[in-house]
């Protein structure tokens, strides 16, 4: 395998060096965007259930809270906006614009928060953070 040959410079062949590979290698792009494709369908499908659930939120001032988990990267199921349409996918939470409660800043600040919003933190990680 040798996919790297036409690549220019020898330091990065021999050792990790990224900085030195880039020197050697990079250009300079000095078009315009005229490259870039426009919004597809699917994006203007996601982006519209997005805008509404936007709209929704600046309504009530959130929309859900899951006070059952921590944070953390796979406290959740994974959460799609619109599964058929996309692309790229990977909420936060399992659900669009579902907050996250994260006790590990402070405990007050998380009952104070909830409590503007009425919600109250899960009996199991309240018993957590306060033993």
């Known amino acids: 395998m040798e996919a790297w040959r036409n690549f220019k410079g020898n330091k990065w062949k021999e050792e990790i060096d990224v900085r030195d590979f880039l020197l050697n290698n990079y250009k300079e792009y000095t078009g315009d965007e005229h490259f870039l494709s426009g919004v597809s369908k699917k994006t203007e499908k996601v982006w519209s259930k997005c805008q509404t659930l936007l709209q929704e939120e600046l309504k009530r ?10 944070s953390g990267i796979n406290a959740f199921d994974p959460g799609y906006i619109d599964k058929e349409n996309e692309v790229i996918v990977g909420l936060q939470t399992d659900e669009p614009l579902k907050r996250i ?6 405990i007050r600040m998380v009952y104070s928060a ?3 919003y009425g919600y109250e933190l899960d009996p199991e990680v309240d018993h957590y953070f306060n033993m």
């Open 61 to 70: 001032g959130i929309l859900d809270v899951d006070t059952k988990h921590m």
């Open 101 to 106: 409660v994260n006790p590990y800043g402070g």
């Open 114 to 116: 909830l409590k503007s």
